[in-house]
């Protein structure tokens, strides 16, 4: 029997999802409240310079995953893209992550991959054995000068609070390098859309059976309106938020144009805690076969976020967690709604693992209507 479901979200999300049962014949209606396709993954050309704008910040495809790269590929062409990330600190600039010339510059040393574990270990504080914040994984892995450069007042201005606040394991996705790899990421598979992730989703929306409108908000009455319903917003958004604002933070941009090339790099990260943006990124730089003389920058600024700003990462500390309990298991009593995504799950996700999660997802589904059971409320437990 043909189904009627609805995508709340054209990003990743409703896109593949949307996508998979629109191929095995269901209908398909995708309703995003913004006035683009491609949720904060949207790319657009900039008109006056022809450089390709990632609008809501820079997005970098890395995966080891074989059919998620496979999947992309087979709606646009992405070309070789490294992640070479550089940070200005004290009045210098140098590569991250932290790998071998990091060290040598940083301490004026020579020093080859065992001399530098051996002597890192000597700045580490070895009296922190099992590391449960931020501070002390930095400080039993790096040390107090590492740790003060790169890693302290960055880590204030992006979540707003002390490093001695947060969980160890926001670090340990940080790695550190005893050669002289300057790749910020270790997968198999890293490249940039050729056109844009815009372009990319538009091509994965673009079938007979799926109809996109734009523009359009979606309240909780409409579900029963859909034989299900897919929804990639933020999950205490669609119990309008009865029980209190799960937290995120947000991202202002400032934007500044240059004739030329302003940093010589896509990203440069500011740590010094003095400096009030975390990073500024050059957009020309994520799409290095092109060449453009103009040139479009960004100022990244992070702050807590208000009830009309756009939400970006999930805090996801103590309080958060237990408020967001309180709606799993009101999420869990939703008849016909499946909660995916960064948003729907409230859990901060690479885009690699949105698209594997989606198609888990998308086939789920079609599996609980052959055998005739309930699609659970989420297909990856959130908590």
Same mark, same amino acid.
Request: with cysteine; hydrophobic share 35%; proline share 5%.
């Given at each position: ?18 996508? !998979?049962?629109?191929?095995?014949? +269901? ?34 495809? +890395? ?16 070309? /070789? ?31 080859? %991959? ?33 740790? &003060? ?16 606040? @947060? ?25 940039? %859309? ?12 673009? +079938? ?8 359009? /908000? ?23 938020? &009865? ?44 799409? /290095?076969? &092109? ?15 208000? %009830?009309?700003?756009? /939400? ?22 939703? %008849? ?12 901060? @996700? ?15 589904? !079609? ?17």
């Amino acid at each position: 029997m043909t189904k009627h479901c609805l995508m709340v979200g054209a990003g990743l999300s409703g896109a593949v999802i949307g996508r !998979l049962l629109a191929e095995a014949g +269901h209908r398909v209606t995708v309703l995003d409240a913004r006035g683009h396709i491609g949720g904060n993954c949207h790319t657009e050309r900039d008109a006056g310079t022809g450089v390709m704008v990632h609008v809501y910040g820079p997005h970098i495809f +890395h995966t080891d995953d074989a059919e998620v790269w496979d999947y992309v590929n087979g709606f646009e062409t992405f070309l /070789p893209y490294k992640n070479r990330v550089k940070t200005t600190s004290q009045g210098a600039v140098y590569s991250l992550p932290v790998n071998l010339h990091t060290i040598n510059q940083f301490f004026g040393q020579t020093l080859r %991959p065992d001399e530098a574990k051996v002597f890192l270990e000597s700045k580490a504080d070895t009296s922190i054995t099992d590391p449960q914040t931020f501070e002390e994984q930095a400080l039993r892995f790096v040390g107090p000068d590492l740790y &003060e450069a790169f890693f302290k007042g960055y880590t204030i201005k992006q979540w707003g609070c002390a490093p001695s606040d @947060l969980p160890a394991s926001i670090l340990k996705r940080l790695p550190v390098r005893f050669n002289y790899d300057d790749n910020y990421f270790f997968h198999k598979f890293q490249g940039m %859309p050729e056109n844009g992730y815009t372009a990319m989703i538009g091509r994965i929306l673009d +079938h007979a059976n799926i109809t996109v409108t734009l523009n359009t /908000p979606v309240s909780r009455d409409q579900a029963a309106e859909y034989d299900h319903v897919f929804y990639s917003g933020p999950i205490d958004g669609w119990f309008g938020f &009865e029980l209190g604002r799960l937290g995120y933070r947000t991202l202002d941009f400032e934007r500044f144009d240059y004739q030329g090339d302003y940093q010589g790099c896509a990203v440069m990260n500011y740590g010094d805690v003095g400096v009030p943006y975390t990073r500024i990124t050059e957009h020309k730089h994520f799409a /290095p076969w &092109e060449s453009h003389e103009g040139s479009v920058l960004y100022k990244e600024f992070s702050r807590a976020c208000g %009830p009309e700003d756009i /939400p970006y990462y999930p805090i996801r500390q103590v309080a958060e967690k237990t408020l967001l309990a309180e709606y799993v298991a009101k999420a869990e009593a939703e %008849p016909n709604v499946t909660f995916v995504g960064r948003l729907g799950t409230y859990r901060y @996700l690479d885009m690699d693992v949105t698209i594997r999660e989606a198609l888990d997802c998308g086939r789920r589904y !079609l599996d609980t209507l052959k055998t005739g059971t309930p699609m659970p409320a989420f297909n990856v437990n959130p908590l």
